[in-house]
């Protein structure tokens, strides 16, 4: 990696390269007694930390997979990471799993890339380089959990006349609003940060709208990181998804 990497080159590669090490894991087969998700984690987690910590060693760091410490509440710049997010999909080896890399200057989700290694040839979604939301007549599709839809989804996609989606992972399912798959992914049941942090990024970016599902802002690097709910979606949904919420 090259030292003169912008934040958002240096986030694309450490998530395409860490899904590649991840597809290679998948593929090998020699887990030594451990699980698949456990191993792929622990492999990505290892790379990515060592990458951040070479290339942005003042920067702070949190990652789902690595024990917290209050340091990084004192840094402006945080990279907040999720080597593998959809760590069930990875082992079942589906497609829809994600690798989160991001930076959060100053609590906002600033600059991200979302990698999903399990789709043909490999995506990178990232913030520094967007393009145009595909367009979509009809009602709106709502991407949800595969397992345990939220409550709240169900009512909004009941209340607009939505299709349901079922997908994997909280990236998986972001990045599909993003490629133009969705309009809408509204989530309550509970995540941490690392979780939409990147996603985030990149979606904002994309001009999609983001933010709790009460409208208030999405505030990264806290000392509690845990995150109750999550809207994302287009800008001409948000009016009727907040309308569908309130009724």
């Keep these: 990696m090259s030292d003169i990497m912008t934040d958002a ?7 395409q390269t860490a899904g590649r090490i991840l597809l290679e894991v998948r593929d090998s087969g020699t887990f030594e007694g451990k699980s698949l998700g456990k191993v792929g984690d622990q492999t990505a987690n290892e790379f990515l930390i060592h990458g951040l910590r070479h290339q942005r060693p003042e920067d702070g760091l949190l990652s789902e997979e690595s024990t917290d410490t209050e340091e990084r509440l004192n840094k402006a710049r945080v990279w907040i990471i999720d080597p593998v997010d959809g760590t ?34 490999g995506i990178v979604l990232r913030s520094d380089k967007v393009g145009e939301l595909p367009a979509h007549d009809g009602p709106p599709r709502l991407v949800v959990s595969r397992t345990r839809p939220a409550v709240e ?4 996609a009941e209340r607009l006349g939505g299709e ?17 798959e969705a309009e809408i992914y509204l989530h309550s049941g509970g995540q941490f940060e690392w979780d939409s ?3 985030v990024a990149v979606a904002s970016a994309y ?5 709790r599902i009460d409208g208030s802002p999405l505030i990264y690097n806290q000392k509690d990181t845990y995150m109750p ?11 009727a998804v907040f309308d569908a919420l309130n009724s």
């Design 229 to 239: 709910d999550l809207l994302i979606c287009r800008k001409e949904w948000t009016e």
């Design 207 to 211: 001009g999609l709208h983001c933010s």
């Design 9 to 15: 080159d240096l986030a694309a590669h450490l998530a």
């Design 153 to 156: 989804a169900l009512s909004a």
């Design 197 to 199: 942090c990147a996603p």
């Design 164 to 180: 349901l989606l079922p997908m994997g992972s909280a990236g998986a399912k972001a990045m599909a609003v993003v490629r133009g």
């Design 88 to 121: 069930r999909e990875y082992g079942e080896g589906r497609s829809d799993w994600a690798v989160h890399v991001a930076l959060a200057i100053d609590g906002v989700a600033a600059i991200g890339a979302v990698a999903l290694p399990g789709l043909a040839g």
